[in-house]
């Protein structure tokens, strides 16, 4: 298997909603956010496949040292094989990858974020750096495009959050703010038990419907971001949120029953949403 036949590969096992957007691209872009995608996957799996924190600490630091002999010319990895050579072209620097890499880290560090500004830097390293390097590969003329792609980035992570709570809590992890948690009376016990159905109080549709009007208003703000110039090079990136924006959606009228289930879109919706926007934006 060739590093672009591996990178592919990983791309569309993943099943992310990701994968359709880069569908519509013309082939070299496709192969240069197929083969970033494909670290980032990488890079996520060893921290939630690991069973030992140890043993994922140790693969982060191996990533580390690929990143630095990768830009030193000389990459080991398929997935660093397929990316190098798009990375001069598109901008993408060592201290993106590190940054991933940074986010990732944090997983193993911590499972609770006291407020929304420490999930913001979390949001940061997993999401709005990618938004950066996608929003790079894409096509950008305006600076401003890069802060339409990290306020996109932190918009699709902070759906992400809201999809997966019941998954998240069986690893132990909470990612919904302690102090918005107090602010609502839920605790965090009752989470992490993920007692459904019962344990859909009130209150926890409460705090959700509260997470969600957030996720809502960051993809508008990211949207407002957006200079016409690049409006549509940047395509991509709106397949992605009316794709997570139709899913917050679901979440949404479904009364947020996320802590015994994952909701999805399946691939012939995602596709069709993508095909939506691509006409819709003409």
């Known amino acids: 298997m060739t590093p672009q036949e591996y990178v592919q590969d990983k791309a569309a096992r993943s099943g992310s909603s990701f994968y359709y957007a880069f569908l519509f691209l013309p082939p070299p872009k496709r192969a240069a956010i197929t083969a970033f995608y494909a670290f980032c996957r990488e890079v996520d799996d060893v921290v939630d496949d690991a069973l030992d924190p140890g043993v994922a600490a140790a693969k982060l630091a191996w990533w580390r040292q690929e990143v630095a002999t990768s830009f030193a010319g000389q990459p080991s990895h398929p997935v660093t094989k397929a990316l190098m050579p798009h990375t001069a072209l598109h901008g993408i620097a060592a201290s993106h990858l590190a940054a991933v890499i940074d986010g990732c880290e944090m997983d193993l560090q911590q499972t609770r974020y006291l407020d929304f500004a420490g999930l913001e830097r979390y949001c940061h390293l997993v999401a709005g750096v990618v938004g950066e390097v996608a929003a790079n590969i894409f096509g950008r003329t305006q600076q ?15 759906t992400n959050i809201i999809r997966d709570v019941g998954d998240d809590a069986r690893r132990g992890r909470i990612y919904l703010p302690m102090d918005e948690l107090q602010r609502f009376g839920v605790k965090a016990a009752e989470i992490l038990q993920r ?11 409460e705090l959700m419907r509260f997470q969600a009007a957030r996720a809502q208003q960051t993809y508008d703000d990211a949207l407002a971001l957006l200079p016409p110039e690049d409006r549509a090079a940047q395509r991509p990136g709106l397949m992605m949120a009316n794709i997570y924006r139709t899913l917050l959606r679901e979440i949404e009228a479904d009364g947020f029953q996320v802590l015994h289930q994952r909701t999805s879109l399946t691939p012939l919706r995602k596709l069709w949403i993508a095909v939506r926007t691509t006409w819709q934006d003409r």
């Open 195 to 205: 007692q459904a159905p019962w344990g859909y109080s009130e209150r926890f549709t």
């Open 144 to 158: 401003q495009t890069v802060d339409y792609a990290h306020t996109l980035g932190r918009a699709l992570q902070l």
